[in-house]
């Protein structure tokens, strides 16, 4: 016979207390990897919020630069050419310039081969007395565009304003009561209005547009225009564009001067960015927000598995004592035998570490699924997240394995060293 | 073998100090079978576990087989008793989980030795045990538990058996043949040192001694 029949044989004779002591040790260890599974699949479920939120930003901001480049393709940038006098501030102050430049301007910069604009809007404008109404107007004569010669032709932004014709803002059209078709005189002289446009919330609704000859007729101001509107700038680059604009104008029309017109380009590209930068900070809202959580968890985690581990080495110590209490007599008659201390305290530690093992061992897959479990419950979508293959740590494993026998060892310990101590004369007279 | 030498031993009990052994010399020898015969509480149990060095006198010496067993480390003492002395309880005092063979044989754990298999097969035969060898002490009968007690201290061949009242739970056939068992130990060589209230195991030792209130009286 050898010790360990009398280790196996007492296992299975007080089998109910071996089966509670692993039952400490599978909560003690169960907790331990229960917290890291979840704070493991948290980080895991965290990453995968983030990407996910990345992803849709990253295509987000795709849309949004395909967006962009359409707009600003479509839109480019449309540029006020001036009379180089033109004071700037009346004209903001007056809503139209105020300063007359040659009609012919416009044919030297069709010709000029310039490639940085496709068309070319010359315009007379004037803020005039309608005195058919009662109304104070602003009255612009065009013509329709003209094409740059050099470049592809496209079809016009805007249609030209047919002489005889007239085009009416929201504001006077509605509150005139014209419609299109409708006669009406301007300075004496008849036209059909062409088109009556909706409602725009700016200057526009309080202007009519005839053609540019006739304007320049009625306001005596033959030959003559007050602005060129450059239309679809070429937009390679937002910030420097303006600039290469103004140089090469100023190099045809030296008596011009160059201000911009079409923000909405840079309004659009602010927008993007700010979108971009909303985008950003919503990851990084989603991102503080994990973290905060996780370090809830932590802090949860090392406050109550710690008090687990105690408790359960509590409940393997209270075990221990209640062995060597049970088995008082036999140790006393074991030493009577020849046993010597040594053996008796192998025959006890050895079943604490077979304890430890065993605990460990099923506490390691007891907290794998109480963590999976746990993390179901907390989080939102754990589909797929991690297989138990994946969340398997054979690091933590093997730590389990050498820390949980220990555990009960260190908890069995004291109710040794009281077995091996206690005088086998004294149980022996008192039974 | 056994010697006791001016042994006394004092407690410390709740009431004052209790004398347990007063100044008890006695000698027991090869082929002798002594009874110390006392009523409860006289001090036998304290006697026959200062003869086991299991209880440290006093006062006194105690020597058995020529060496005081008080003079040595735990770890000897250990294997002292394991290699020299067999104890037999009133009470059996077998390991409850383990089966008579296995109870038979944990001395030899004390003490290993390549012959204990062979010897255990000779004792449980010996002792009439051989279908009851699988079984645990809860399935037996008392007499047989005694048997298994006695098999038990003899596995290791000890020079000398204590036994502490081994026919007190037992009818008196099964003290009979309890006490047939000793006395066949101690005609093939062996010294027995039993204490016990009843005198009629007397009967059976080579010599007798009674004792009361911790002195052994003639």
Redesign the interface.
């Known amino acids: 016979m050898k010790i360990w029949h009398i280790l196996t044989r007492e296992i299975l004779h007080r089998w109910r207390g071996f089966a509670s002591g692993i039952f400490a040790v599978v909560i003690a260890v169960g907790s331990l990897t229960g917290a890291l599974t979840l704070l493991k699949l948290h980080d895991l479920q965290t990453q995968k919020i983030l990407n996910e939120k990345e992803e849709e930003t990253e295509k987000k901001m795709a849309v949004l630069k395909d967006e962009m480049r359409k707009a600003t393709l479509k839109l480019m940038f449309n540029l006020l050419i001036l009379p180089k006098q033109q004071d700037i501030r009346d004209l903001h102050m007056k809503g139209y310039p105020s300063e007359y430049m040659p009609e012919e301007y416009v044919t030297r910069l069709a010709n000029s081969g310039i490639i940085v604009v496709r068309h070319f809007l010359p315009s007379l404008q004037q803020r005039i007395k309608w005195p058919e109404k009662n109304r104070t107007i602003t009255l612009i004569g065009t013509r329709g565009e003209v094409p740059n010669l050099h470049k592809d032709p496209r079809k016009p932004l805007v249609q030209p304003v047919l002489p005889g014709t007239i085009v009416l803002g929201y504001g006077l059209h509605y509150s005139l009561g014209l419609h299109t078709g409708d006669k009406v005189k301007l300075l004496g002289r008849e036209f059909t209005v062409h088109k009556c446009h909706e409602e725009r919330g700016s200057k526009d609704d309080y202007t009519a547009w005839i053609h540019l000859s006739q304007a320049q007729e009625l306001l005596d101001k033959q030959g003559l225009i007050n602005a060129i509107l450059a239309l679809e700038c070429i937009c390679e680059g937002v910030e420097d564009l303006l600039e290469k604009v103004r140089e090469e104008i100023r190099r045809i029309l030296p008596e011009t001067q160059v201000i911009e017109m079409g923000t909405k380009a840079i309004a659009r590209a602010e927008a993007r960015a700010k979108v971009g930068q909303e985008a950003e900070l919503a990851v990084e809202r989603e991102r503080r927000h994990r973290t905060q959580m996780r370090s809830e968890r932590e802090f949860f985690a090392a406050v109550l598995v710690p008090l687990v581990i105690v408790a359960c080495a509590v409940w393997i110590g209270l075990l221990a004592f209640n062995n060597v209490r049970d088995r008082k007599v036999e140790i006393g008659i074991q030493r009577a035998i020849g046993f010597r201390a040594g053996q008796i305290m192998f025959l006890f530690l050895s079943k604490f570490l077979i304890m430890g093992l065993l605990g460990g061992f099923l506490g390691i897959f007891a907290g794998l699924g109480l963590g999976r479990w746990l993390a179901i419950v907390l989080e939102d979508d754990m589909e797929g997240i991690a297989t138990a293959g994946e969340l398997f740590n054979p690091g933590l494993f093997l730590l389990c394995l050498i820390t949980a026998p220990m555990l009960a060892v260190i908890s069995g310990w004291l109710p040794t060293i009281f077995a091996i101590r206690q005088d086998p004369a004294d149980v022996l007279r008192e039974e | 073998m056994v010697e006791f030498k001016n042994v006394t031993k004092i407690f410390n009990g709740p009431k004052g100090k209790v004398t347990a052994l007063d100044k008890v010399s006695l000698s027991v020898q090869p082929g002798e079978f002594l009874a110390v015969c006392g009523p409860s509480g006289c001090g036998k149990?304290?006697l026959l576990?200062a003869a086991?060095g299991?209880?440290r006198p006093s006062n006194g010496q105690v020597n058995l087989d020529g060496s005081d067993p008080y003079g040595m480390s735990?770890?000897m003492r250990?294997?002292m008793?394991?290699?020299m002395?067999?104890?037999v309880?009133q009470?059996f005092?077998l390991?409850?989980?383990?089966t008579v063979r296995?109870n038979i044989?944990?001395?030899?754990?004390?003490?290993p030795t390549k012959e204990?298999d062979q010897r255990a097969r000779e004792l449980i035969s010996r002792f009439g045990l051989d279908d009851r060898a699988g079984h645990v002490p809860a399935q037996i009968s008392t007499g047989q538990r005694q048997r298994t007690a006695l098999a038990?201290?003899l596995l290791?061949k000890p020079k000398i058996i204590l036994a502490?009242e081994p026919t007190g739970n037992l009818d008196e056939r099964n003290a009979n043949i309890v006490l047939g068992y000793l006395s066949q130990y101690v005609a093939e060589g062996g010294c027995a040192l039993l204490v016990t209230h009843d005198t009629r195991t007397a009967a059976h030792s080579t010599r007798s001694l009674k004792m009361s209130q911790g002195r052994l009286l003639e």
């Open positions: 149990t304290t576990l086991g299991l209880m735990p770890e250990s294997k008793r394991a290699r002395i067999g104890f309880f009470q005092h390991i409850p989980y383990l296995q044989l944990a001395p030899s754990l004390a003490l204990a038990r201290a290791n502490d």
